[in-house]
T-cell receptor
Framework: SAVISQKPSRDICQRGTSLTIQCQVD?????MFWYRQQPGQSLTLIAT?????????ESGFVIDKFPISRPNLTFSTLTVSNLSPEDSSIYLC???????FGPGTRLTVL | GIQVEQSPPDLILQEGANSTLRCNFS?????LQWFHQNPWGQLINLFY???GTKQNGRLSATTVATERYSLLYISSSQTTDSGVYFC??????FGAGTRLTVKP
């Protein structure tokens, strides 16, 4: 199965700044997804990253807050913009169809 | 959308004990998966099981699609089984999880 790496593994950011998270897959995949896991909570799908077109966002998530790039079939980035403490979460990427997950990025916003 | 409920929310076991985790879903599904999130946050796909029964070592899972539930069985539990177990259906809608703690 695919092997996924994410960068950074963790970060501490100031309110009002942005953080870009990278997701790299060791093979070409069609389906890539971004999730948020708030402290002590389950996972929530943010969006599906589509290669060559705009991401498809789930209800409650908007492109201005969570812009996503997918320049090729092995790489995607998620930016969390205008950070607030409520954005403190683990952000994970996964690839389909078997839903292999990356190790996650733990974001703390002060 | 489909509602996914998991029970129990928390489970504490002594090493060597067996356990059953349950996932109920509110509508028919084409996809159901079980995941284990270890204490370091890594999510591992355990089973893809929209119906039927599968086994992998000490773990097995059964989904009864007509009755809208799935069960995950853990036998002879080990401390490394600790973590949170999630089920997810169709468009990757996750349940709230069962937090398992296995004590030595």
């Amino acid at each position: 199965s695919a092997v996924i790496s994410q960068k950074p593994s963790r970060d501490i950011c100031q309110r009002g700044t942005s953080l870009t998270i990278q997701c790299q897959v060791d093979s070409q995949v069609t389906m890539m997804f971004w999730y948020r896991q708030q402290p002590g909570q389950s996972l929530t799908l943010i969006a599906t990253a589509n290669q060559g077109s705009e991401a498809t966002y789930e209800s409650g998530f908007v492109i201005d807050k969570f812009p996503i790039s997918r320049p090729n079939l092995t790489f995607s980035t998620l930016t969390v913009s205008n950070l607030s403490p409520e954005d403190s979460s683990i952000y994970l990427c996964s690839v389909g169809p078997t839903n292999v997950f990356g190790p996650g990025t733990r974001l703390t916003v002060l | 959308g489909i509602q996914v409920e998991q029970s129990p929310p928390d489970l504490i076991l002594q090493e060597g004990a067996n356990s059953t985790l349950r996932c109920n879903f509110s509508d028919s599904v084409n996809n159901l998966q079980w995941f284990h999130q270890n204490p370091w946050g890594q999510l591992i796909n355990l089973f893809y099981i929209p119906s039927g029964t599968k086994q992998n070592g000490r773990l097995s899972a059964t989904t009864v699609a007509t009755e809208r539930y799935s069960l995950l069985y853990i036998s002879s539990s080990q401390t490394t089984d600790s973590g949170v177990y999630f089920c997810a259906v169709d468009d990757m809608r996750f349940g709230a999880g069962t937090r398992l703690t296995v004590k030595p």
